[in-house]
């Protein structure tokens, strides 16, 4: 049961357009949200995260987008660059049978973004 | 600050072997995390270590086991390897028990023939 998911495998964009990796969830007890960017042969980075109090954060050129009656979010790569290309994996947290979680994060499976020169 | 280390960066083992992997957080840290990565499973949480205590568990059989030291170190062992355990093992650190921000060391490849 993949509680979250990225139904899109890869994305590609042109250098200096927007970049915008979807991630939808169904567990309702998610309430804080992470966006992780994954380079081959290197662990996660962490990137951007949103709380489910906030339906936006921006951080330079990332914004993440939240959508909660649709358990949606999104981010957004506003110019892309080369050096973006990447995985990018959207992560959640939050109390799970009324217990708190906060060291366990439910990953998506992934999107690879490649942005072209 | 460094960031957070993990130990082998890579390791070959034999089927019906037991491997340990260990995770230094970041100075400060007192909560590890670790998770597997597979191709065809993605990122999946392992369990949780805070304060030398075992918080939170995923899906994973017995097999698996993990213990964190008075100095956040933590380790996981893995018992009776299967084939189906290769995977990239990785570590993750946060500040304390109240964030949900982690940061991933380079994770530890493990191969199983």
């Known amino acids: 049961d993949q509680q979250v998911k990225q139904n899109s495998p890869s994305l590609s964009v042109q250098e200096g357009r927007i970049s915008i990796l979807n991630c939808d969830y169904t567990n309702s007890m998610f309430d804080y949200f992470l966006w992780y960017k994954k380079y081959p042969a290197e662990g996660p980075t962490f990137l951007i995260s949103i709380s489910s109090i906030k339906d936006k954060n921006e951080d330079g050129r990332f914004t993440v987008f939240l959508n909660k009656s649709a358990k949606h979010l999104s981010l957004h790569i506003v110019p892309s660059q080369p050096g973006d290309s990447a995985v990018y994996f959207c992560a959640a947290g939050g109390n799970n049978a009324g217990g708190t979680s906060y060291g366990k994060l439910t990953f998506g499976q992934g999107t690879i973004l490649t942005v072209h020169p | 600050k460094a960031g957070v280390t993990q130990t082998p960066r890579y390791l070959i083992k034999t089927r019906g072997q037991q491997v340990t992997l260990s995770c230094s957080p970041i100075s400060g840290h007192r909560s590890v995390s670790w998770y597997q990565q597979t191709p065809g499973q993605g990122l999946q949480f392992l369990f949780e270590?805070?304060?030398?205590?075992?918080?939170n568990k995923g899906n994973f059989p017995g097999r698996f086991s993990g213990r964190q030291f008075s100095n956040s170190r933590s380790e996981m062992n893995v018992s009776t390897l299967e084939l189906g355990d290769s995977a990239l093992y990785l570590c993750?650190?946060?500040?304390?028990?109240?964030?949900?921000?982690?940061?991933f060391g380079p994770g530890t490849r493990l191969t199983v023939t």
């Open positions: 993750a650190s946060s500040l304390e028990g109240g964030t949900y921000e982690q940061y």
């Open positions: 270590y805070f304060s030398e205590t075992q918080r």
